[in-house]
């Protein structure tokens, strides 16, 4: 069972460079999300998607795209990237309803230099 | 505005004693509340799910308790152990919403 994978684990971009962090899961859930974490600060949601061809932006989403054309895959993109970007990102998916468990990837490491 | 607190950001308890994490929130009316355990470089794990109906649940060594009149949850490791040592994270979902909203957790290690 490989749940929720995140690619890559680490990255080093150069302020200005535009990336996509990867995140698909097999679990066939509708739902899927974007955090990111920084010290102090907890996990703070980017965007997320309730299906296939629907997302929305959570409470950080600047400095983000995000599409989701299928139900496994939900990647992240970095538009232009910058050193306030610099964080852990994790991406979560979960069934329908409400309250369900969500399950998290390891993590992508992103440094922006 | 809307704010999670749990309590210090960090916790040290002696091995076999009883661990008590607090989650105060202010200005939600959550309908539920989760918590994660998250260990270094990886991601957070769910633990519990606490309905805003429900007082308490349990499971094994870990109790939860959920208080919306003093808005505050609490969690309660018992007969501690080492391998508890981790980030414990409080997570609520408010309204007709999907989304979680995260507290900043609280580092929890137990010394043998």
């Known amino acids: 069972n490989a749940g929720v994978t995140q690619t890559p684990k680490f990255q080093v971009l150069k302020t200005g460079q535009s990336m996509t962090l990867q995140c698909a899961q097999d679990?066939?859930?509708?739902?899927m999300s974007w955090y990111r974490q920084d010290p102090g600060m907890g996990l703070r949601l980017i965007h997320y998607?309730?299906?296939?061809?629907?997302?929305d932006q959570g409470e950080v989403p600047n400095g983000y795209n995000v599409s989701r054309s299928t139900t496994e895959d939900f990647p992240l993109r970095l538009l232009s990237a910058a050193p306030s970007q610099t964080s852990v990102y994790f991406c979560?998916?979960?069934?329908?309803?409400?309250?369900?468990?969500?399950?998290f990837g390891q993590g992508t490491r992103l440094t922006v230099v | 505005s809307q704010k999670i607190e749990q309590n210090s950001e960090a916790l040290n308890i002696q091995e076999g004693k009883t661990a008590t994490l607090t989650c105060n929130y202010t200005?939600?009316?959550?309908?539920?509340l989760q918590w994660y355990r998250q260990d270094p470089g990886r991601g957070p794990v769910f633990l519990l799910l606490?309905?805003?109906?429900?007082k308490e649940k349990r499971k094994e060594r870990l109790k939860v308790t959920f208080d919306t009149t003093l808005k505050q949850s609490l969690f309660h490791i018992t007969a501690s152990q080492p391998a508890d040592s981790a980030t414990y994270l409080c997570?609520?979902?408010?309204?007709?919403?999907?989304?979680?909203?995260f507290g900043s957790g609280t580092q929890l290690t137990v010394l043998p």
């Open positions: 979560a998916s979960s069934s329908r309803g409400r309250g369900t468990e969500a399950f």
């Open positions: 679990m066939n859930h509708e739902y």
């Open positions: 998607s309730v299906g296939a061809g629907i997302t």
């Open positions: 200005n939600y009316s959550p309908a539920y």
């Open positions: 606490i309905r805003e109906n429900e």
């Open positions: 997570a609520l979902i408010s309204g007709s919403a999907r989304q979680l909203t």
